[in-house]
């Protein structure tokens, strides 16, 4: 027997044929042409698809295979409304509509209506409401598409293709149904955010999780609310999700929840609250292993030893001893950091906040405390001192759960849009004030501007949030400065420390507030889950990279080139038999250009976008991207032959003159930003641009100083605004993107502890990260790959050092410039930016966190379900004694718990499940909030619902309709009956 490859028919065929030898061929239509010349004695398939024809005999009937349409996963929008043309075309029919009648029908059946009137309502689709009468008009009502289709073929009485609603007399019923179409039509503005933004706008407050006893970040005040840096930040990014809610009244909108140091992450991860503003090391445990994302470091710090004044133990000698003590919170960075440092002395753990440690040094409990500098000196006591110096570096950010990254950029951008206010000395003072006409590019987004129209700035986001949202929250709390100004300032100055500004020395520095480019915008929505999976079994890394780059990446002729060897470190990771003589050939470079790398990154041609791209809010948000730390730090340039009279920009700004640049590319709208009068084209590529150049069509190219041509026949001038590089993958797989995070961050680590290509596998330091990065530890460390996939891929390419001085030295010299290591010495005012996440896995963690992210992930990590069910309804669900509820819906909870928690007994399952009452008025809105993970309420399927409130519904479990109840004996015993003035009929 045949049939097609990739149908389920050859193994349901293969249930049933234990002898016959079975035949994959590529299509239902080989297999019959086998059949036809005597290959295959039978083809089988769906009954439809198989010949009616008098050369065959059709026989048998071994299985259900009913026929749907499908969409990808990742898009409710999409999904719904291929769903809802569907079931239209079947409402239709039940309704007799047709393609005659449909735009002329004189019906007021409910749905008739709902289907054939344009209605002004907010329907959650992006069509007219009438979008099913259109499709109609053109194609007809399920019967009339199935008679003009299949009736000649398989004739529809009495088969399951008739209506529910048909006459039926061989015990065959039909199956042909539809959800109920009907609008709420008392939506009327529009259900815009989805996730978790929707669902923290429709609550009407963010729950954020903060310190509550440490000065500086956050102390509860006695009106229960919180002050403090942390603080300061949620009510920053309240102000965004509600801005039309008074400053002063931007308390209203937050509930605040203590997060206890040792336990902060799994009330996080378990959905205690919506975002933990508490500044935690970024490390690759807790990224990876708590499913976890991060926002920009807020603070860059390190652990530090804090001692009783005129103390012995004034050293980290005279502490390394036996006997000694010292005392370290749960759960923090520094405990792996104090045992490198410490090895001979004791570990005392508490079990709580950092701010208890003060008091069990002054009582000596302990003879030292370490934990974070910044966090130790807001609480420590007047008769205590730190030791000089730092153990490790520690960035401190803000940090949400892996499932919805569109809150997790909400979170990012807000954090970010403070810093970038600071740079451009936007003040909570003058933000309401200023002209953004004579403001920078990027200022102007921060106030909402585009082109010099307000409220132009494409965010991204959805409603409500504003075009102006980072103005908006600088005007409840003021920008970074300020922030830092008013709670940190006393505690640890700023000036001349690692939190001040990039251009200031510090290591403050922020990816620029840019929308994604207009031919960009139109992103496909979708996800790409297990990418590393799909790697591993094609056995290559598409990597995407820009062909004409000779410094980042060339595809033509031999590959060499920064990005290209960033590809070979990730490849390294993925395939741990491939060696430096064999890497390529694990790795598909395919060639993209500034208009085409979107497209492939966001349809899966690519796995990872290497080539030079600047990470930016609009392509974040917009694009649904995720993109690396950066790995270069650049700013946008102009290049003139170098004969040219045209040195400066101002020079340029003439109507005689144009500038070019790549299509795609963010450089043009940022140059036409201060080039108001030349003259802008666009071009495929940067290399046409400058053969554009080269033959007079252009004046200048603009992009990425580094992509332009450092050689005789160019100069190059300007510096208009920076352009950090970064890798990108799609949203959707988390593991994937941390992975590839991971292996960037890797390289600079290894850098930072001087691990290098020719020392890496022989390397005997103790170093915690060293360590890390070398052994095959025995974690389970929430990646797919061995624990020292770094090690495999410094040893292919380098440490990020390497890479540079091979690809990039030659160029741009290294020294004093962003590119610089943060450690390194610099002598003009440019320090260094390179910089890494720390990695420490959670030695702890020795089960693997299999649910990752979304709501299972939550479910299981919470230990129970939420479940809405009625509580009063018998039959259904009612509310017993002990406070358990019985009834069908809740049976259908409990068997959803039981699956959640398989090792939970029977008898004892109600224990993993918390019942919450659904008010039929208020179900929906209550499911919307998060108030329950389910609706165990069997309610009817309308489009309204579905789409107007973004649910997904279940199969259902009944088919009813409503019904009239009377008093027995009652003269209304009929609709005609009840249809009369003055009678009345009571609905829920």
């Known amino acids: 027997f045949c049939t097609g490859v990739g149908s389920i028919a050859y193994a349901t065929a293969r249930a049933y044929l234990k002898n016959a030898v079975g035949i994959a061929t590529t299509s239902t239509s080989e297999a019959m042409t086998m059949v036809l010349n005597g290959t295959c004695t039978a083809v089988t398939s769906n009954k439809a698809t198989l010949p009616h024809d008098s050369r065959f005999n059709i026989f048998g009937s071994i299985d259900r295979a009913p026929a749907a349409m499908f969409t990808r996963n990742g898009d409710s929008q999409w999904s719904d409304l291929v769903k809802w043309v569907v079931d239209g075309l079947v409402i239709a029919e039940i309704n007799n509509v047709t393609k005659a009648n449909v735009m002329s029908y004189p019906g007021s059946g409910d749905e008739v209506f709902t289907m054939t009137s344009n209605l002004d309502v907010t329907n959650g689709l992006p069509v007219q409401s009438n979008f099913i009468a259109h499709a109609v008009s053109i194609v007809g009502n399920y019967g009339e598409v199935y008679a003009r289709n299949v ?75 919180v002050f403090g840096f942390d603080a300061d930040m949620c009510r920053a990014l309240a102000s965004v999700l509600f801005p039309s809610t008074p400053i002063g009244n931007i308390d209203s909108r937050i509930q605040w929840v203590g997060a206890p140091g040792s336990s902060r992450f799994d009330l996080l991860r378990n959905s205690t609250f919506d975002v933990l503003f508490y500044a935690s090391t970024i490390t690759i445990g807790r990224d990876v292993q708590y499913n976890l994302t991060f926002a920009q470091p807020v603070f860059n710090d390190g652990a530090a030893i804090l001692v009783n004044s005129g103390s012995p133990y004034n050293s980290t000698s005279a502490l390394n001893v036996a006997g000694v003590k010292y005392c370290v919170v749960a759960g923090s960075t520094a405990v792996p950091t104090a045992a490198n440092t410490l090895p001979l002395a004791t570990a005392v753990t ?220 990730l490849a390294a990771a993925i395939f741990p038999q491939a060696t430096e003589a064999t ?103 940067t290399s046409e641009a400058m053969t554009m150049v080269l033959n007079g069509t252009c004046t200048a190219v603009t992009s990425n100083k580094a992509t332009l041509p450092h050689d005789s026949r160019f100069n190059i001038f300007g510096s208009i605004d920076r352009a950090p590089a970064a890798m990108f993958t799609r949203n959707g797989d988390s593991q994937w993107s941390d992975l590839v995070k991971w292996v960037v961050d890797g390289l600079v680590i290894a850098e930072i502890n001087n691990v290098t290509k020719a020392n890496v596998m022989s390397y005997s330091g103790s170093a915690d990260e060293v360590v890390t990065m070398t052994s095959n530890l025995v974690v389970t460390n929430g990646l797919p790959v061995p624990s020292n996939f770094i090690a495999r891929a410094v040893s292919i390419v380098g440490n990020y050092g390497e890479v540079y001085a091979r690809n990039v030295e030659p160029v741009i010299p290294r020294a004093n410039t962003l590119n610089a290591l943060y450690t390194a010495p610099y002598s003009n005012g440019v320090r260094g930016q390179v910089f890494a996440d720390v990695l420490s896995w959670n030695l702890g963690t020795t089960t693997p966190v299999v649910a990752t992210g979304g709501r299972i992930g939550a479910v299981v990590s919470r230990g129970y379900v939420i479940c809405g069910t009625k509580q009063t309804v018998p039959g259904f669900g009612v509310v017993q004694p002990n406070g358990t509820v019985y009834g069908f819906d809740a049976d259908m909870c409990r068997a959803l718990a039981s699956v959640l928690f398989p090792s939970t007994p029977i008898g004892n399952i109600d224990s993993r499940i918390q019942w919450v009452g659904a008010p039929g008025s208020s179900r929906f809105d209550l499911l919307r909030n998060s108030t329950f993970d389910v609706l165990f309420y069997a309610s009817t399927i309308t489009i309204g619902r579905d789409v107007q409130y973004n649910l997904t519904f279940a199969q259902p479990v009944f088919n009813d309709g409503a019904a009239i109840l009377v008093n027995s004996g009652s003269p209304y015993n009929s609709t005609s009956a009840l249809n009369v003035a003055g009678v009345k009929y009571c609905v829920v």
């Not at 039509?185 to 006893?213: D, E, F, L, N």
């Not at 920064?562 to 590809?567: A, E, G, I, M």
């Not at 694009?623 to 102009?638: E, G, I, K, S, W």
Request: aromatic share 8%; hydrophobic share 40%.
């Open 151 to 225: 009736e000649a073929v398989i004739p529809r009485a009495n088969s399951l293709n008739a209506l529910y609603n048909a006459p039926y007399s061989n015990g065959t019923r039909g199956q042909v149904f539809a959800d109920y179409l009907s609008w709420n039509s008392g939506t009327t503005t529009p259900v815009v955010a989805t996730g978790r933004i929707g669902a923290v706008v429709s609550r009407g407050y963010v729950i954020c999780g903060t310190k509550q006893t440490v000065p500086g970040f956050g102390v509860v005040q006695p009106n229960g609310t």
């Open 350 to 569: 508490i079990t709580g906040t950092l701010d208890q440690l003060p008091g069990v040094l002054a009582n000596n409990t302990c003879q030292a405390a370490v934990e974070s500098r910044i966090g130790l000196a807001a609480v420590k006591l007047n008769t205590q001192q730190f030791l000089p110096g730092l153990l490790d570096r520690s960035p401190l950010a803000y940090s949400v759960r892996d499932d919805d990254k569109d809150w997790a950029s909400l979170v990012r951008w807000v954090v970010n849009g403070l810093v970038i206010a600071e740079m451009h000395n936007i003040t909570q003072a003058n933000v309401g004030s200023l002209d953004a006409t004579t403001l920078v590019f990027e200022a102007q987004n921060v106030l909402g501007y585009a082109n010099g129209t307000a409220n132009a700035f494409q965010t991204g986001f959805p409603d409500p949030i504003p075009a102006n949202y980072v103005a908006h929250a600088v005007s409840t709390v003021g920008n970074y400065g300020e922030l830092y100004q008013r709670h940190l300032e006393s505690i640890v100055p700023r000036a001349g420390t690692d939190n001040a500004l990039y251009t200031d020395g510090g290591l403050l520095y922020a990816e620029p507030l840019l929308s994604a480019t207009a031919s960009n915008t139109s992103r496909l929505n979708q996800t790409f889950g297990q990418t590393y999976g799909a790697v591993r079994a094609a056995g290559t890394l598409k990597c995407g990279v820009d062909p004409d780059d000779p410094i980042f990446g060339t595809v033509s002729g031999q590959a060499h080139g920064f990005s290209v060897d960033l590809c070979k470190a």
């Open 583 to 685: 890497i390529m050939s694990y790795i598909t470079l395919v060639p993209v250009t500034p208009a085409t790398r979107f497209d492939a990154i966001i349809s899966g041609s690519i796995d990872v976008l290497a080539s030079v791209t600047v990470p930016s809010e609009g392509r974040q948000v917009s694009l649904h991207l995720t993109n690396t730390r950066p790995y270069f730090f650049d700013v946008q340039a102009f290049a003139v032959l170098a004969n040219s009279t045209v040195t400066s920009l101002a020079e340029l700004d003439q109507p005689q003159y144009t500038f070019c640049t790549g299509v795609g590319s963010i450089a043009y709208a940022t140059a036409r930003a201060y080039l108001k009068n030349a003259v802008g084209i666009a071009t495929t590529s």
